[in-house]
């Protein structure tokens, strides 16, 4: 060969090489796909660790809410060879129709994807993804198991936790977990199928700061799709990191005391620490033990019973049961009528019967009296005053500037909206204004005459028990409150901003003090309404109540804090159908929830025996 054709060659060789170079270039910019699927099949191969949720604490440090070590058994169909059905069913102690038709069943349980454009459906389920084939195993049974999955390609044990709740108690505030649907998983990518999610209470409010990050392993998978090592040695992967601690303002022994009390009633006691706002207790009679709502296998027996149960145990009545507060409603318009200037604590009214009724008792000479014998007919000359001020000349236009201003003051106790807690299921209640009984009766057609059961708590006025247990925090602060919240601490941060804030009520702080000694007299005077809240060493301030029930007996309910000074706490106590009223029931119940809470002992035996004998509920 001359040098001018070995030049042709080298220079062809060159020019061919080149050419080849740039197809496969193009080729692999736009022909070739493989790059993307390759990519995606590492995408698919990130094995997820969940970690276990965080852990909640009661005040006093006990734990509450903790975590016990399950195992599923994962599948991921495209890695499945072979299977060996009659093996794989020995194995997990199933029969091989079993077997089968779980497969079917995840499958189907995946549902499918409509698409909304084209009306073609696909189903959700793939080939590639991971799913728990047995869930909720404990170490025992995976033991048998685990050592022999090696035979059984496609199918791997996962470690995962459920939780376990050390007391019995509280089932309303910690709520419960299960499983995530298809919806949830492609609405955050945080859950895969098999996850666990909070549905109610505490476990629902702060499911994002509980679930923790998850950990993930990239694995490079073979083309024979079984030999696995850890992709570019690991450098990308993350560790699971288990979700922080919450430590509650709940005192669960107290909690658990209130649950007691409460037993074979209908009701709720709310407690609150006056100065944080935080909820000591909160008791939804009757309750369920959170333990019977924890894993698929319990949920699907227990949760079909407790919703069917007539007393709706797990309803959260304090946040979503209203009613009227009856007669602890006039501490409200008594702060009102001295704010506005209308009374002082010196007014007196005549217990004028043929206005409405009352009990028997002398005409109260002042303001502190009136609420010791809870004078209806006093009440009535009170809230008249604050609706009818005579700012115009027609009484139903002065009725509607009173009443509006009436309402406003009411909002300012947190009333007639809901209070933002760190929980679900809260109800805002019904602080009636102008428009609302100009819907019922007409634009200028009513007037204080027409809407007077406000002034004693009944009629459209309506709140939960929270609102009431705030109100009692309100009086004990002599004029604000932090909204009622449970959780003190997320790991090492505090309260949330939110909780943290002072909300003042209308009304200044140089009116409490008559309220006050009204509700010391309730308690600690003869004639008092409350005496049964009493306590010996303590100075106990309250209210009664009686709500007039057009279902069956009235209900009971009492309003109290203490000590007089310097409070810890404020109590709310609310007892459905108790027949003989708020003084009857409802007050020696906050009596030995103060008691408790405050002495960690209980001297009134007497009274607690005939609170836990008492039966409100109709079998
Ligand atoms: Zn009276």
């Keep these: 060969m001359n040098f001018d054709a070995r030049k042709y060659v080298i220079i062809t060789f060159v020019v061919l090489v080149g050419l080849i170079y740039a197809m496969r270039i193009f080729y692999m910019q736009v022909m070739d796909d493989t790059w993307t699927l390759r990519a995606q099949e590492i995408a698919e191969k990130r094995k997820e660790i969940t970690p276990p949720r965080g852990v909640l604490f009661d005040r006093n440090g006990k734990k509450i809410v903790s975590n016990r070590t399950y195992y599923n058994l994962m599948m991921v169909e495209a890695d499945i060879k072979n299977l060996d059905t009659v093996a794989f069913a020995k194995l997990i102690g199933w029969t091989r129709e079993e077997v089968r038709q779980r497969f079917i069943d995840i499958r189907e349980g995946e549902g499918v994807y409509r698409n909304k454009h084209t009306g073609k459906t696909t189903p959700n389920y793939q080939k590639i993804r991971a799913y728990p084939f047995l869930k909720e195993l404990t170490l025992d049974e995976i033991a048998n198991i685990a050592p022999h999955l090696e035979d059984f390609p496609g199918f791997y044990e996962e470690v995962t936790s459920m939780r376990s709740y050390p007391f019995a108690n509280g089932a309303n505030i910690v709520g419960y977990l299960s499983e995530v649907n298809a919806e949830e998983v492609d609405a955050d990518h945080f859950y895969k199928p098999g996850n666990n999610i909070g549905r109610a209470g505490l476990e629902r409010y702060y499911e994002k700061e509980l679930r923790g990050r998850k950990g993930i392993r990239y694995i490079v998978t073979s083309a024979m799709n079984n030999a696995i090592e850890p992709y570019a040695d690991g450098k990308y992967d993350t560790t699971a990191l288990q979700g922080p601690a919450l430590k509650l303002g709940v005192d669960i022994l107290l909690q658990a005391y209130g649950e007691k009390l409460l037993q074979n009633k209908r009701g709720c006691i709310v407690a609150i620490e006056p100065s944080t706002g935080e909820i000591l207790a909160l008791v939804s009679a009757p309750s369920y033990d959170p333990n019977l709502l924890i894993g698929k296998r319990n949920i699907s027996t ?85 609706i009818q001020q005579g700012k115009k000349r027609s009484n139903f236009e002065d009725a509607e500037i009173g009443l509006n201003l009436w309402a ?100 200044e702080s140089r009116h409490y003090a008559t309220i006050v000694e009204g509700m010391r007299r309730v308690v600690h005077e003869p004639g008092g309404t409350g005496k049964r809240a009493q306590l010996k060493d303590i100075i106990v301030c309250g209210k009664t109540g009686t709500v007039q029930n057009p279902h069956g007996d009235d209900h009971s309910v009492f309003v109290a804090f203490a000590p007089m000074y310097k409070p810890k706490i404020a109590i709310a106590v609310f007892i459905e159908n108790a027949k003989g009223g708020g003084g009857f029931w409802a007050a020696p119940t906050a009596g030995l929830m103060i008691e408790k809470y405050l002495t960690r002992k209980i001297t009134e035996k007497e009274r607690e025996k005939i609170i836990l004998e008492a039966n409100f509920v109709y079998k």
Aim: with cysteine; proline share 8%.
């Design 302 to 386: 227990n949760y079909p019973k407790l919703l069917k149960d007539p007393n709706m145990p797990l309803l959260p009545r304090p946040l979503s049961s209203e009613y009227p507060p009856g007669s602890t409603f006039k501490l409200l318009n008594s702060l009102i009528g001295l704010q506005e200037g209308v009374i002082t604590p010196e007014s007196g009214f005549p217990c004028n019967k043929s206005v409405v009724g009352c009990h028997n008792h002398a005409s109260a000479g002042n303001l502190a009296d009136a609420i010791k014998h809870s004078c209806n007919p006093y009440y009535y000359a009170v809230t008249r005053r604050i």
């Design 408 to 507: 406003k003051y009411m909002h300012s106790f947190g009333l007639g909206q809901k209070l933002e807690t760190d929980i679900t299921g809260l109800r805002a209640g019904t602080i009636p204004d102008a428009a609302y009984y100009d819907k019922w009766y007409g634009h200028h057609r009513w007037a204080f005459s027409t809407i007077r059961s406000i002034s004693i708590g009944q009629g459209e006025v309506m709140l939960t028990p929270l609102h009431m247990a705030n109100i009692a925090a309100i009086i004990a602060n002599r004029g604000w409150y932090i909204t009622p919240h449970f959780v003190k601490s997320i790991g090492k941060n505090g309260p949330l901003p939110e909780f943290r804030k002072k909300h003042y009520a209308m009304v």
